[in-house]
């Protein structure tokens, strides 16, 4: 096991309503992120999960290299035009997204050597 430096992932959770999954996904497709220009931005991905009680579940999935990167992100111009295009259609989610941050205090890799 390698030790690695210390990251921060957070992640958004998602219930979007049974017949909006696909514009919700063709949202995030076409979306202008700007992640790959910010300091710190190591990987971003969506995340479909599974159904529940007539919604799908998505989490929005970021790796930073630290909390303190991911703060920047959070006050930047990239983040406010990045969330100014996400506007869906009306009946997409069934309830606001859920914020989850959490510290990397472990990690295993198949790439570490």
């Given amino acids: 096991m390698r030790r690695l430096p210390l990251m921060f992932i957070a992640m958004n959770r998602f219930r979007i309503n049974q017949g909006f999954e ?4 063709q949202m995030w497709r076409e979306r202008e ?3 790959a220009e910010l300091d710190g ?6 995340l ?5 009680a007539g919604c799908r579940l998505y989490a929005s999935h970021t790796e930073w290299a630290s909390r ?5 992100w959070r006050t930047s111009e990239a983040f406010h035009k990045a969330h100014a295009q996400a506007k ?3 009946g997409t989610y069934a309830g ?16 570490a050597a």
Avoid: I, K, T, Y
Avoid at 22 to 25: L, M, P, R
């Fill in 33 to 35: 992120s700007h992640l």
């Fill in 48 to 52: 479909r999960g599974p159904e529940d």
């Fill in 68 to 72: 303190e990167h991911f703060d920047a």
């Fill in 88 to 90: 869906a259609p009306e």
């Fill in 96 to 111: 606001p997204p859920v914020f989850e941050g959490f510290d990397v205090v472990l990690e295993e890799r198949a790439d």
């Fill in 41 to 46: 931005f190591v990987r971003f991905s969506l």
């Fill in 22 to 25: 696909a514009g919700f996904e």
